[in-house]
């Protein structure tokens, strides 16, 4: 079993800056790949970015390329998830997960993920 907790959401103004936090607990020893996922209202489920577990691997929603950086500290357990430039469209409830089948380039598909954190809000304004 795995657990996840994400933290760090909250209300920030357009162009603003949030750090979200995924604290990770249980059989992470065997964990190769986290994602970033976020749910807009009336939306489904969304991609956002994903790192493999050395970290050397990275991918990135094409909405989200050079505004956020996914970083995981493997020693801690923890995954971050530093969001610049915040839009109103990147409002949404922000999930971690854990694929723990995938070796190579981490996946965008949120099947693929086995674990699953509760969500965090964020919330852009203008």
């Known amino acids: 079993q795995v657990q996840l907790v994400e933290s760090g959401g909250g209300l920030v103004q357009a162009g603003g800056s949030l750090r979200l936090s995924c604290a990770a607990s249980g059989r992470t020893y065997s964990s190769y790949c986290m994602g970033w996922f976020r749910q807009a209202p009336g939306k489904q489920r969304e991609f956002v970015a994903a790192?493999?577990?050395?970290?050397?691997?990275?991918r990135y929603a094409d909405s989200v390329k050079g505004r956020f950086t996914i970083s995981r500290d493997i020693a801690k357990n923890m995954m971050y998830l530093q969001m610049n430039s915040l839009e109103l469209e990147d409002t949404g409830v922000y999930y971690c997960a854990i694929d723990l089948k995938t070796y190579g380039v981490p996946k965008t598909a949120e099947s693929e993920y086995e674990y699953w954190g509760q969500g965090t809000q964020v919330t852009v304004s203008s």
């Open positions: 790192i493999r577990r050395s970290g050397e691997t990275t």
